[in-house]
């Protein structure tokens, strides 16, 4: 397989595809439906030795593939209560720093939006997907991660969320430390404001779904068309 011909190993890290930081699974198989079959440049870590290597993806079943999946076991132990805090803090700590490395990258240009943002329908397709490979612990796993997410989303400073509340509150604070307050008509526009920005952001989310869902579904024929190109005899 492509994977063992470049010198992948099991147990071997995946930072980055083609210069694009990796943090999810989806993103990898995403930049090698991509590649159309071209060789990509992996950044693989390996006992905390980093090395470049280069792999030529390969058309099976309609979808192009190196020749591994990812290591999505879960091991439950029995510990402490202390050691589970800890270990939850840690674990979640962890997403909450990719999420800000994630908008980072979107702002600054880095990271598309459309391939960032995901609504119901993306939601319902990555629970489907770990639930294949890593079964109900690895998808209350996900669960986690999508709550940890929507608490983070909610605390930006958008009118309408609680971060927008918050916002309000320490403005309001600061102005009336010198004896001025707030009108009740930009509260209001405040408000407005807010609700057509979460309008807007739910409108692209449900398009760019869809947008997705179908780019799937007219791609998975060519690429098995071009699968069975592949294997069929040469003419004589």
């Not at 192009?64 to 999505?72: S, V």
């Not at 999420?99 to 980072?104: E, H, I, N, S």
């Not at 600054?108 to 329908?121: E, F, H, I, Q, T």
Request: hydrophobic letters at 45%.
């Amino acid at each position: 397989m492509p994977a063992e011909q470049a010198g992948i190993k099991a147990g071997d890290t995946i930072l980055a595809i083609n210069g694009q930081p990796v943090t999810a699974w989806h993103q990898f198989k995403d930049a090698l439906r991509n590649s159309n079959g071209q060789p990509v440049d992996l950044k693989v870590q390996r006992n905390g030795t980093v090395s470049d290597l280069r792999a030529t993806p390969v058309l099976q079943d309609g979808e192009y593939r190196l020749g591994f999946a990812p290591d999505l076991s879960i091991i439950v132990k029995t510990n402490s209560f202390a050691t589970a805090i800890r270990y939850g803090w840690e674990y979640n700590w962890m997403w909450m720093r990719l999420t800000g490395v994630a908008f980072k990258q979107i702002f600054n240009g880095r990271r598309s939006a459309r391939d960032a943002v995901g609504g119901p329908v993306k939601i319902a397709q990555e629970t489907i997907n770990t639930y294949d490979v890593a079964g109900w612990s690895g998808t209350i796993k996900l669960m986690g991660m999508l709550s940890l997410n929507l608490g983070i989303f909610n605390l930006l400073p958008i009118p309408v969320l609680d971060g927008g509340v918050i916002l309000l509150i320490i403005v309001e604070g600061l102005m009336g430390l010198v004896g001025m307050t707030l009108t009740m008509n930009f509260r209001e526009r405040f408000q407005q404001v807010g609700f057509v920005l979460v309008l807007l952001l739910m409108g692209f989310v449900f398009i760019n779904d869809f947008v997705n869902l179908g780019k799937s579904w007219f791609n998975k024929p060519a690429a098995q068309e071009q699968q069975l190109e592949q294997k069929s005899p040469p003419p004589k």
